[in-house]
């Protein structure tokens, strides 16, 4: 199945036109590292000043001096793009600048799912509204370096969890921002899984006779461990990280063409994490018996 994995992923680099990187290595695999370091990313935080972004945002850049294309990532419940470097930096290896989205974490778990689409899409506004140049002074002010720009022109979406249904709403309702393609990891339809946000932008369940309003090109990644709970004592009703009913086939089957979905049969919900993440967050969410050890890990990142 992970030999499979190359289609989607370079039909949506070539979206991209992420085509320099792998002309550089005749023998480019998806599953290993890119030709370009990765310094740890750059924090542009929300000051509230002139030209700060309305929400901090995480950027895993390329140390080589370009003019990239850039991939915004909303990740899951409670997280934050740090979470995740070791995935985000493999991304952006491969010549991709990567924007993690950092709306606080209290205020994502306090405010309900058509807001925080909300939040994230003024971080797009933002960015979008003068070609990324006020976010350009604000990325070198904090240490980025400055033969480094954002073509928005080239522009796409990766979401997690219920960053995914953040992402759906955005481009549902709100604007597709002139991306050229969005990738869903595990995506989860409203806030949580018990259900206490009723926000969901389909019914539960897969409803093919209903199509979402947008048809950007996705790729929809499961894992599929996702839709299993932890085994703790019964009264603690403890659900699953992606329950089948508001993930996977339940967005799958409303997209458009084109589309894919790539099943990921070995791993869980969380298991793309860094490490100490990981290990907290698995107190929550199923891991997958691949990602048993670093290796395993690593080619699901």
């Given at each position: 199945?992970?030999?499979?994995?190359?289609?989607?992923?370079?039909?949506?680099?070539?979206?991209?036109?992420?085509?320099?990187?792998?002309?550089?290595?005749?023998?480019?695999?998806?599953?290993?590292?890119?030709?370009?370091?990765?310094?740890?990313?750059?924090?542009?935080?929300?000051?509230?000043?002139?030209?700060?972004?309305?929400?901090?945002?995480?950027?895993?850049?390329?140390?080589?001096?370009?003019?990239?294309?850039?991939?915004?990532?909303?990740?899951?419940f409670l997280y934050r793009p740090s979470s995740c470097t070791l995935f985000l930096s493999h991304v952006a290896s491969?010549?991709?600048?990567?924007?993690?989205?950092?709306?606080?974490?209290?205020?994502?778990?306090?405010?309900?799912?058509?807001?925080?689409?909300?939040?994230?899409?003024?971080?797009?506004?933002?960015?979008?509204?003068d070609e990324a140049a006020s976010f350009t002074e604000a990325f070198r002010a904090a240490g980025g370096h400055r033969?480094?720009?954002?073509?928005?022109?080239?522009?796409?979406?990766?979401?997690?969890?219920?960053?995914?249904?953040?992402?759906?709403?955005?481009?549902?309702?709100?604007?597709?921002?002139?991306?050229?393609?969005?990738?869903?990891?595990?995506?989860?339809?409203?806030?949580?899984?018990?259900?206490?946000?009723?926000?969901?932008?389909?019914?539960?369940?897969?409803?093919?006779?209903?199509?979402?309003?947008?048809?950007?090109?996705?790729?929809?990644?499961?894992?599929?461990?996702?839709?299993?709970?932890?085994?703790?004592?019964?009264?603690?009703?403890?659900?699953?990280?992606?329950?089948?009913?508001?993930?996977?086939?339940?967005?799958?089957?409303?997209?458009?063409?084109?589309?894919?979905?790539?099943?990921?049969?070995?791993?869980?919900?969380?298991?793309?994490?860094?490490?100490?993440?990981?290990?907290?967050?698995?107190?929550?969410?199923?891991?997958?018996?691949?990602?048993?050890?670093?290796?395993?890990?690593?080619?699901?990142?």
């Open positions: 199945l992970l030999a499979w994995l190359w289609v989607p992923v370079l039909w949506l680099l070539l979206l991209l036109d992420v085509t320099d990187c792998i002309a550089q290595n005749s023998q480019w695999d998806p599953l290993a590292r890119g030709p370009l370091d990765v310094p740890p990313p750059i924090a542009v935080r929300a000051t509230g000043k002139q030209g700060a972004p309305p929400f901090g945002v995480q950027v895993f850049a390329p140390s080589v001096d370009g003019d990239y294309p850039v991939l915004a990532f909303v990740p899951g491969h010549g991709v600048v990567v924007l993690g989205i950092e709306v606080p974490i209290l205020k994502r778990a306090i405010e309900g799912a058509a807001a925080r689409a909300k939040n994230v899409a003024e971080v797009m506004q933002y960015l979008k509204a033969n480094l720009t954002f073509d928005l022109s080239r522009l796409g979406f990766l979401a997690h969890s219920i960053g995914g249904h953040t992402t759906m709403y955005i481009l549902n309702w709100i604007s597709c921002f002139g991306a050229k393609f969005a990738i869903f990891m595990d995506p989860v339809d409203g806030l949580d899984p018990y259900g206490f946000e009723k926000q969901y932008l389909l019914p539960l369940g897969v409803h093919p006779n209903i199509t979402v309003n947008f048809s950007t090109p996705v790729a929809v990644l499961i894992s599929g461990y996702a839709h299993d709970a932890l085994k703790y004592p019964h009264f603690l009703h403890w659900p699953a990280c992606a329950p089948d009913d508001r993930s996977g086939l339940h967005w799958f089957a409303s997209l458009k063409q084109p589309k894919w979905l790539v099943n990921l049969t070995d791993y869980g919900h969380i298991d793309f994490l860094d490490a100490s993440e990981r290990d907290s967050a698995g107190r929550v969410c199923s891991a997958g018996p691949a990602a048993g050890n670093r290796a395993g890990r690593d080619v699901y990142r």
